[in-house]
């Protein structure tokens, strides 16, 4: 079974920083490529940033909003993704989630960690 657990989020002023962390199980994580996203209020669903399964070359990809403010990274002995985000912005309020790259065939999303920033 497929499970997807994303924490770390809160509410934090503009400026600050958070870690968020995916917790995965059910997937052989260290062959999978995997992704970090976001939704915010009355907005789809998109990706911020990507790393690759490659144990050899990691490669990362970010999208324009977040490029120098947040990193990805992977822990593939405790199938954990993480994100940590710099310099937050109020445009980074959203709901933020982990999935494979593309996401998961089967649908399967974990709950989010809501990112609230705000003074």
């Known amino acids: 079974q497929v499970q997807l657990v994303e924490s770390g989020g809160g509410l934090v002023q503009p400026g600050g920083s958070l870690r968020l962390s995916c917790e995965t199980s059910?997937?052989?994580?260290?062959?999978?490529?995997m992704g970090w996203y976001r939704q915010a209020p009355g907005k789809e669903r998109e990706l911020v940033a990507t790393i690759t399964a490659s144990s050899i070359t990691r490669w990362v990809t970010y999208a324009d909003s977040v490029k120098g403010r947040f990193t990805v990274s992977r822990d593939d002995a405790k199938n954990t993704l993480y994100l940590q985000m710099n310099s937050l912005k109020p445009d980074d309020t959203a709901v933020y989630y982990c999935?494979?790259?593309?996401?998961?065939?089967?649908?399967?999303w974990g709950q989010g960690t809501q990112v609230t920033v705000s003074s």
């Open positions: 059910g997937i052989i994580f260290r062959r999978t490529a």
């Open positions: 999935n494979s790259t593309p996401p998961l065939s089967t649908g399967i």
